[in-house]
């Protein structure tokens, strides 16, 4: 790769130079934010267009007056075959935007948790679907958060990518409203740390910043302090952290780290689950 590079910027042949060029940036899924961000609400939609075929869908499309204009100008220049509704779970800032979206797109399947308002496909826990011809989505139950929630893991090629809803944000984890310490610390330390150290995440909220000063207090690791950092210096984070970085900077993956097991004063694992979450849930930075 280096070696070619060197090459292209050596050589004046630009037929060549732009055949290569455009063979390394050739990125066939693309991946559109939404942020819902009006009044008091600070959650994203996302619109996955699989480039070649445009097939495309909406995630958690929750705050109409935001999402359809985006979506139907979208649809209406040709840039993307609107194919279907994803929700992460039945909550309305997730799932709330189901019926207004029917009433523009009636054809479109909405695909997700059993209680999500208008749901046509629940997809079993590892079941696949495509969007168009190259996005493999994948399926990944993680019951806690709600009991219907799921996560998504998408692949196209060598670029994966997982949308989380509230199940996993950046830096940390949704409530347990439905479920237990156990069902989140399997959603969490098992299902999702086992995806591919490089996949991207997605979550359903932009919560990092105030997360992030949570894992401070509990964990000071140089990984936190960049965090810290990167939240100074940027509103937004979606899709600029990796599984691999979740595993080193949120402190809720991270509960058989002696330092966190420390600041909760438990070690198993379960209960160190519990107790952040409940230092979390009371904690005023
Ligand atoms: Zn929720």
Redesign the pocket.
Known sequence: MNFALRAIRGTTASPLRRFIATNLQRRTMHIQSIPMWTGSHDNYAYVVIDDKTKDAMVIDPANPPEVLPVLKELVDSGKINFKGIINT?H?R??AGGNAETLNHYPQVPVIGGANCDRVTTTPKHDEIFKIGEGITVRAIHTPC??QDSICYFLEDGEEKVVFTG?TLFIAGC?RFFEGTAEEMHEALNNRLAKLPENTRVYPGHEYTKSNIKFGKSVLDTPAVRDLVQFCEENEETQGKFTIGDELKHNVFMRVEDPEIQKATGETDPLMVMQKLRDMKNSFRG
């Open positions: 779970h909550h800032d997730h958060h709600t509230d949704g």
